[in-house]
Every structure is written in structure tokens, then in C-alpha cells.
């Protein structure tokens, strides 16, 4: 029969015949038993052993075939191993307890990745928290099969769920540019947990770890590897100074209400920019404000002076401009770039360590971003079990169950 005779190739059958498919309450049933020739192999080491028993049937949700849904029956076999001892026979559609085949978790995952899972779910005919079993299938195979032996350098972050009421935080390989971990928090213990799971040798290894200035995460690193070089991220110091040139902005602007409304109105970014990305609109009225002296000017000057900062070779000479500047915005009169600088001052070594290691989280930036699509395309991941599979998902770039059919 045709769809045997498929189903016998596609599950790359070895070990096991069809013993027939029927038609069963609007599905295709495909029942499975062990080929007589050949021996089992051992779910736990790999190799051929004489069976022991037969347990209860199980069924298998599988992909299905012209909108008709197919399920795999089988009995599996427990096998008498000489090093396991009595265990699960290894089955080749069949990981651990999943309800699901791997094929079908493939599938269902494949298409998470690009659209909603409620509509991979409705074009399936699943239920939703099939194509969440899909996911965790894929994923956990993952996370167990992933090579993460030469972690040297990681990079910490937190990103937001639920319109930003829950933070969780997220562990990034900062040279193959994937996600490791992410766990609901961001607390010291939550980044701990992190260090726990990959144990003190692979902790060891890591040379050094950009974060931002956070001090759970700096007191966790501290107690967890202390020998690290720990860096703080040029683009959430940035955005610290842009925040604090914004107040100042915000501030003037509302001391000058009264005489002049107009003046400042929609000039966040041009206080903010970069003054090569500005346009030109922009530029004219930037050199029409330079003429007047605002509060906001001066702190855009000391944002400019900042940035060539990041532009040193040597440690010595970051240090040098470093003080320089502090001496310059603590004697701006400009509450929030004296505040600015102060944090600056008490972070100095963690921030000049950048010229040592010179790593961010730049890549993160782009990751986070994804991450966000990813939230989006899954709203409705209402716990964070479900949000940290999504994400470890989307960019954990995780090693997948191999398959000997394409079926997407
Ligand atoms: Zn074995």
C-alpha cells in the first residue's frame, strides 16, 4: 500500500515494520511493531540487545497527510542491556515521552520560528500547546546536544515581557552571537542560577563578561568568577549620558514655557543624534540653537566630548580624557551630567577595562531587537517557561534532531 510504503521511508524504518494503516476516527493509523530480524538497540548506549519485555501502546501524533491527521501505534520494547540494564528501546520517530514525532516537532517548531504560533497551530489543526510541545521537543534536544566548551567572552542583559512589567535576564555568547539562558528576573540570584547550570569549570573559562551597570549582576560576577574581567557596555553608558542630556533638555524646556514655547519643541533627537546622522532640517536648526546659550547646548557639548572616548588605543589615554571630562561636566553646573559623571567616577575600572577587552554588547543590541519581534509574534506567552523557550528558540541557534526527510 502507497502510504505505508511512504511512511516506511520517510520514518527511515529499520528495526521496526508496518504491521498496517487503517482509517480511525478521521485519521490515518499506522501500526507499528519490531521487524523480527533484527535485534533492538538500547535507548541508553546505542548498541543491539535482546528485548525483555513489551510495554502498554502508545500514540504518536505525526505530521499529517492532506489535512488528515496521522498517528503512529506502537508497543515499545524494553531491552535486557548488558551496561544499561533493563531499558527503553531506542525508537526512531520517538523522543523520551513526547506525545509528538520528531518529524512533527520539527515541523511545527520550523514554522513557529517565522509566524504566531496560534496560527501554526490553526493550519495544523493542533491545539496551541501542541505547537508548544514542539517547541520544548526541539529545544531541550538542543540544549542538551549544543556545544557552549569555549565560552570566553558573555554578555549580560535584561530585556522586558508584558509591556515591560517583568524583566527577565539574558546570558548572550558574545562571539558565536547567540543566546545561552534566559530566566524571568533580575535579581543577583537569577544570574547565579546561570553560573550554577554550566558549573565552575566552564565558569572558570570565561575571559571576560560586558554588562551594564546593574548591581545585582556586578555583585553575582564578582562572587561567582572573580578573576573575570568584568566590562561595562559602551552602549548602555551611552544611553545613561543621552538620558541625562534629555533631562537637561526637558528641564529647560520647561523653565522657557512661559517666553518661549516653540524653542525647544522636537529637539529630542537633535540634542541626541549623532551630529553626522542628522538631517538636514536638523543641522539648521541645531546652528540656530548653538547661537543662543542653553543649558541643553552645554550638555550636548559634553555628550560630544564624550564620544570620542570610546576612540582610545591605550588604557592610559582613556583614563586621561576620562578625567578630563569628569573635571569638565562635575563643573557644568548641569544637574543630571554632574550625576552622569559621578556614576561614570564610581564605575571608572569597569569602564576603562573595555581597553583591555575590548568587547560590548553591540550584537546584543540586534538580538534584543529580535528578541522583541519574537515577543511579538508570541503574544500571548503568558508565562516565562513558554517565553524563554520562544526565545531560546529564535536565537539560541541550537543543533536540531536530524532527520532523513525533508518535511517542510
Ligand atoms: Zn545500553
Known sequence: MLVA????????????????????????????????????V???????????????????KHVPLWGIPVVLVYAPRRVQCPQCGVVMEQIPWSKGKSPLTIALSMVLATWARQIAWKVVASFYGFHWNTVRKAVKDVVNYGLAHRDIGDLLYIGVDEISRRRGHIYHTQVYDLVEKRLLWSEEGRTKVTLREFFVSIGPEQCRRIRAICCDMWAPYIDTIKEMLPKVHLVFDKFHIVQHLGKAVDTVRKEEAARLKAESPELLKKTRYIWLKNPVNLTENQRLRLSDLEKLNLKVNRAYLLKEAFRTFWDHTSPLAARMHLD?????????????????????????????????????????????NKAKVISHRAYGYRSAETFTL???????????????????
Open 390 to 408: 520562544a526565545l531560546l528558540h529564535g536565537m539560541g541557534k541550537l543543533p536540531e534532531p536530524p532527520l532523513t526527510h525533508r518535511f517542510v
Open 5 to 40: 510504503s511512504i511512511a516506511r521511508k520517510t520514518l527511515n524504518l529499520k528495526r521496526h515494520r508496518i504491521r498496517k494503516v487503517v482509517e480511525a476516527n478521521g485519521s490515518i493509523e499506522i501500526h507499528l511493531v519490531p521487524s523480527k530480524r533484527s535485534s533492538l
Open 42 to 60: 538500547c535507548s541508553g548506549c546505542g548498541r543491539r540487545c535482546p528485548g525483555y519485555d513489551t510495554r502498554k501502546q502508545r500514540r504518536w
Open 324 to 368: 578630563q571630562w569628569f573635571w569638565w561636566a562635575t563643573h557644568s553646573r548641569l544637574q543630571p551630567m554632574r550625576e552622569f559623571a559621578w556614576m561614570i567616577r564610581r564605575h571608572q575600572d569597569h569602564i576603562l577595562n573595555y581597553f583591555k577587552v575590548p568587547i560590548d554588547n553591540g550584537a546584543v543590541e540586534g538580538l534584543n
